[in-house]
């Protein structure tokens, strides 16, 4: 056990994890027993609403209702910085400038070369 | 009855503030489900601010982390490591069997991305710089030889078919009196 090795895909599972069992400080058993607790609370929590035979809605979680109001209520905390300007001109100006220059050139340019007679259409049906 | 009740309501319209459909409701909301004060906020400022948002996120105050504070729209979401769901234990008895979650935890902000259909995090047999130079010169090296065998072809030499019979010319509609002139496709 002293020598184990993770399986190739996966990551230490904690149990497994030397720094668990030796070498602990008192700070580092604190915290874990605080987490603990932590984890023990909300899952009375859950169990109790779970197990409750008159339940009859679905059994809210306020960390996910957390989770998708900070994913949709990013303007009121957006700044326009450097950064964030930088990232909008990148993402959404000039992908679109670009791409409109590049295919009106392209077909400009195919546009003459068939007025020219220089492109080969015998068996083109799309173009 | 419902006199008086109608007549209490309009006085109370036209004394209160408000204007259109917010005046008619009533103004008051039922205690039950979450407050205003259990959803994300704004950066905290304070240590007191990351006190209470910590508490509110189900986190340690050593834990909660929030993002920097770059103007992105993260607000006073909890930074948390960039580990993707297949990565946790899986025999370990979570609420969500299949999201490999409990309940309350707090979720990390692409948790979506992170789920065990998508993005994976686990550690991989090959380096990433390996992996990476792998590919790319794998994909290099036969760019590179397409481009080559571009420039110097090489396949089978091709003519123009030949016709025996001076290049058909009876087939081809041509005077049976008058003699042909003679083609030779070969030459010695």
Known sequence: ?127 | MAGVGFRRWAQALSRGKGSGLSALLPGCRAASGGSKADLPSSYPLTPEAKAAAAKKYNMRVEDYKPYPNQGEGYGDYPKLPDKSQQERDPWYQWDHPDLRRNWGEPMHWNFDMFTRNRVDTSPSSMSWSSMCKTMFGFIGFMMFMFYVGEQFPSYQPVAPKQYPYNNLYLENGGDPEKAPEEVVNYKI
């Open chain 1, 1 to 127: 056990m002293a020598d184990y090795k993770e399986a190739p895909l996966a990551s230490r599972p904690k149990t497994l994890d030397p720094n668990e069992y030796f070498n602990l400080s008192l700070e580092y058993r604190r915290a874990e027993e605080q987490r603990s607790a932590m984890r023990s609370n909300l899952k009375l929590q859950y169990q109790t609403q779970l197990n409750n035979p008159h339940r009859k809605a679905l059994i809210e979680d306020p960390a996910l209702n957390r989770w998708m109001y900070a994913r949709s209520h990013t303007y009121p905390h957006f700044k326009a910085t450097f950064k964030t300007s930088l990232t909008g001109l990148l993402f959404s100006v000039v992908p679109i400038i670009g791409f409109y220059y590049l295919f009106k050139t392209d077909r400009d340019k195919k546009e003459a070369d068939i007025k020219a007679g220089k492109c080969d259409r015998r068996f083109a049906l799309s173009s």
